[in-house]
């Protein structure tokens, strides 16, 4: 799936691209302001895209003088599937959120990371996630590592996407701030949290731990 334009999946024409101007907004918009921040495609070939849609009723269009007015029907029975394609990043990382939560050993934190945490991957991309085990577990426990199996299985089920996860202690995680490994930086730059202590909190922490 790609995580930057996530509607692709099932609509890869130019009319997602428009839909997910209209949808962001309530405002009423012209042909020509669709087509610049759709950023796709051409101002015709907008134009077309909005005909077809208003002629569905799934968008409305009214005249403003020598300019026509473009907006969502969002009465429309098909709008809230236009919304829901539009969230479909928002719904993966909710699903992955939930499973960690169910995890019987829990982890010290984890976060999505990268292209998923930045919302600018694509089909290609993995879905990076960024695992700290309690110190007290074994890396080789067999209930973690079903756990993280299950995981990443679970995550290419329902994206598409391969699961990259990035797993250390937090002795591991001391030596990595240490080093200044580029995960460190990955992390700061972009991360959605999804269990334990925010980003910033976590590193903090650890880092007094190491200067200690």
């Not at 005909?51 to 969502?72: D, K």
């Not at 996860?165 to 937090?170: A, T």
Request: charged share 30%.
């Amino acid at each position: 799936m790609d995580l930057s334009r996530p509607y692709t999946v099932i609509c890869p024409t130019l009319e997602g691209p428009v839909l997910d101007v209209l949808a962001h907004t309530t405002r009423p918009l012209t042909g020509r302001e669709i087509a610049r921040l759709a950023s796709r495609g051409s101002e015709r070939g907008v134009r077309l895209v909005l005909h077809r849609l208003v002629a569905q009723g799934l968008v409305t269009a009214r005249e403003a003088g020598s300019a026509s007015l473009f907006v969502l029907n969002r009465e429309h029975v098909a709008a809230g599937i236009v919304e829901g394609l539009l969230r479909l990043r928002v719904e993966l990382i909710e699903r992955i959120r939930d499973e960690v939560e169910g995890w019987s050993s829990p982890p010290v934190h984890v976060s999505v990371f990268g292209s998923a945490a930045r919302a600018d991957g694509h089909v290609e991309s993995d879905i990076d996630l960024f695992i700290v085990r309690p110190e007290d577990l074994a890396e080789d426990d067999p209930q973690w590592r079903e756990q993280l199996h299950r995981l990443a299985e679970r995550i290419e089920r329902w994206s598409g996407n391969n699961a990259s996860l990035h797993e250390v202690s937090p002795k591991g995680l001391k030596a990595a701030l240490r080093r200044g490994e580029p995960i460190i930086a990955s992390l700061r730059d972009a991360s959605v949290v999804l269990a334990g202590p925010e980003i910033a909190d976590l590193l903090a922490r650890r880092r007094e731990r190491a200067i200690a």
